[in-house]
């Protein structure tokens, strides 16, 4: 299914939990900090930038997690698997061309920005920046897809 997206953002909720999708305005290099090293991960402009609220909760925290990426560029922190903190993270984001969420991961623990966690109500679910939208494969029947201006 592609869900035009033009400007705006997009909510994507589920029975317990969302996503809130919004598209790179420009191009820039995402700082990605673990406790051993900095990488930077090239973000295009149309680029999906994704906010994962498994747990569900407010909305407006999860555009402010994603305008500190899309619009200043704000490194994300990758903590250690195990680390205690990562069960209290309620939110979680990634960015790049294509997401995929997993229930698998723990919150904060993963690098690599193609995945992303997820409640299990969106496993085999995928995410594509596609001309002006996304493509959501994968999806069921019971998610409300909504705009947000």
Known sequence: MNIPLASGLLLIRGNASFFLIGRAKEQFALPIETTDTEVFQGVRRGDLI????????????????????RTYHS????????????????????????IRPHSTILRGTHPEQDVICSS???DGVVFRAE???????????????????
């Open 50 to 69: 994704v906010v994962s609220a498994p747990e569900g909760g407010e909305v407006e925290q999860a555009r402010m997690l994603l305008e500190l990426v």
């Open 120 to 122: 299990p109500e969106f």
């Open 75 to 98: 490194p994300l922190v990758v903590l250690p698997k195990g680390h205690p903190g990562s069960r209290r993270l309620r939110m979680v984001i990634s960015a790049g061309p294509v």
């Open 131 to 149: 001309g002006d939208g996304v493509e959501a494969e994968g999806l069921s029947r019971h998610v409300r897809i909504i705009p947000v201006p």
